[in-house]
């Protein structure tokens, strides 16, 4: 099979499978935070926040086991993709012994010491948080096996075992309506538990399926020591990217209130809902293009830069825009009850996804150089400066919303260090890389959002004009897409395939 029939392959794989997750997902968080609350689930995201700052270590070797597979299996070196895996398996279980005394010392003496805990939930807080660590123990766990079914792209397992995983869950949200337990813990434990079970699947299926995904003592002592080098830059910028994330969502606990950090939490899901089609798009083009830096297909490797960056926004730009649009009626349709604050960091953390789109093909290709340690120290600092700035606006009285202002501005600085740092490592074509990955995608999404807005104020409100801004939205943004976005190339190989799908 070729390199596109495999892309297009696996990405029709995650793509079913991200449909289905997401419906699923969606309404796991209506059942959950109908039976829990506005309060406990505040609670719930807040505590598990804190459990995350504490998996960086994890982060940083995730990113390094990923693109060591992807490499050596561009190089076909088998013997290498063995020591690879073995050498991940002794780190991982090094790096959950000390998640395990971070969490349990300096993790837990801030739950109880600095969170905006209410009265009378402390001892449920304290048993959320213990879940949540088992919970990322069970995750740590997988990455080794999980970076194997990526590199060797079974990405149809990888599908079917989400949509499991996503169903689970969800059964877990329907037993909080029977339980007698407090609710918050008994969803918190329940979870750990699906997190093992996931956990489970993955080793039986990389054991039985793959020859290397077995340990054996490494000869390759160097190795190891590789792997944990080239972690090490991604460390700090691994520290930054969870500051970043998790960080403001306890600073925004300390400067306000748990109802708050409710509508982050339902902000931060319908945005991994709808970023999930990008992250799938982009999982399926990431093998490739380490594969193609690692065999010296410097020509593919570049086409395959500006083309996953331009179709990644594209993709996520068809979802955002009715989203944003009806973001209002959305939430008041799938919630019952909206907490304050949710419908503008909706709006604002799916423009930050926009940017973050741009990125992804960018970091993948500066990693695939293995050239990354002024990449990880330059975009670490931008990242970490949004927790100093997002502290001083805060002392300053500014409102909540600035919180996102804030990572949207550094994201987008972040965005010019990137392509800057490409040009340098792998002679990316900037005017090229803007033109055809930025500008377009620019003038299109300025194009198609003036015109469904302006729909969206000439119809009635709710679901006419719902119905009415989607189908001009979808209209607009597929036509602009088509004769705008695209190359003479790509438009013929769409009719083409369209025409032989007919036939």
Not at 49 to 74: C, D, E, I, K, P
Not at 293 to 316: D, H, P
Not at 470 to 484: A, E, K, P, Q, R
Request: with cysteine; charged share 15%; net charge positive.
């Amino acid at each position: 099979m070729n390199n596109s029939s495999r892309i297009v392959k696996n990405t029709l794989a995650l793509y079913f499978r991200q449909i289905l997750i997401m419906l699923v997902s969606l309404y796991t968080v209506r059942v959950v935070l109908n039976m829990l609350g506005a309060e406990d689930y505040g609670i719930f995201n807040v505590v598990a926040g804190v459990v995350v700052l504490f998996s960086f270590v994890n982060n940083a070797m995730a990113t390094s086991v990923q693109r060591f597979l992807n490499f050596y299996l561009g190089k076909n070196d088998m013997e290498k993709i063995q020591n690879v895996y073995s050498a991940s398996l002794v780190i991982y279980g090094i790096i959950c012994l000390i998640f395990i005394v971070l969490s349990e010392t300096v993790g837990l003496l801030f739950v109880n010491a600095k969170l905006n805990i209410p009265t009378g939930r402390s001892n449920a807080a304290f048993w959320c948080y213990q879940a949540a660590v088992i919970t990322t123990l069970a995750n740590i766990m997988r990455v080794p096996y999980n970076a194997v079914i990526i590199a060797y792209e079974k990405m149809s397992f990888f599908a079917g075992l989400s949509i499991v995983e996503a169903v689970l869950k969800l059964s877990v949200a329907f037993l909080l309506k029977i339980t007698h337990l407090d609710k918050l813990v008994f969803y918190s434990l329940l979870l750990a538990g699906v997190s093992f079970i996931i956990l489970a699947i993955y080793k039986f299926y990389c054991n039985k399926k793959f020859e290397i995904a077995h340990y054996r003592r490494n000869q390759d002592k160097g190795l190891g020591k590789e792997l944990v080098s080239f972690s090490g830059w991604s460390l700090f910028g691994a520290v930054a990217n969870v500051a970043n994330t998790q960080g403001t969502n306890i600073v925004l606990n300390i400067f306000t209130n748990v109802t708050v950090n409710a509508a982050m939490g339902i902000a931060n899901q319908v945005n991994t809902a709808v970023y999930s089609f990008v992250t799938n798009f982009q999982t399926a083009f990431n093998p490739q293009l380490v594969k193609n830096y690692a065999a010296g297909e410097k020509k593919e490797f570049q086409t395959l830069v500006n083309r996953s960056a331009k179709f990644s926004f594209y993709l996520l730009w068809l979802i955002v825009l009715p989203v944003y649009a009806n973001c209002s009626f959305l939430l008041s349709i799938w919630l019952k009850n909206v907490p304050q604050y949710s419908v503008e960091f909706v709006r604002l953390v799916l423009i930050f996804s926009l940017v973050e789109s741009l990125n992804g093909p960018l970091w993948i290709s500066i990693q695939a150089t293995g050239k990354i340690r002024a990449y990880q120290i330059i975009i670490g600092i931008i990242n970490i400066l949004n927790l100093p700035f997002s502290i001083a606006a805060f002392c300053l009285g500014a409102n909540p919303y600035w919180i996102l202002y804030i990572r949207i501005a550094l994201n987008c600085f972040a965005f010019a260090i990137r392509v800057l740092l490409s040009k340098k490592y792998f002679c990316l074509s900037v005017r090229l890389f803007l033109r055809e990955s930025v500008l377009a995608p620019v003038f299109i999404a300025a194009a198609s959002a003036f015109t469904t807005l302006l729909c969206g104020k000439l119809v009635s409100k709710s679901v006419p004009q719902f119905f009415a801004t989607c189908t001009v939205s979808v209209f607009v943004s597929g036509i602009l897409i088509f004769f705008v976005g695209m190359k003479a190339a790509e438009r013929k190989a769409i009719i083409e395939k369209i025409l032989r799908g007919r036939k």
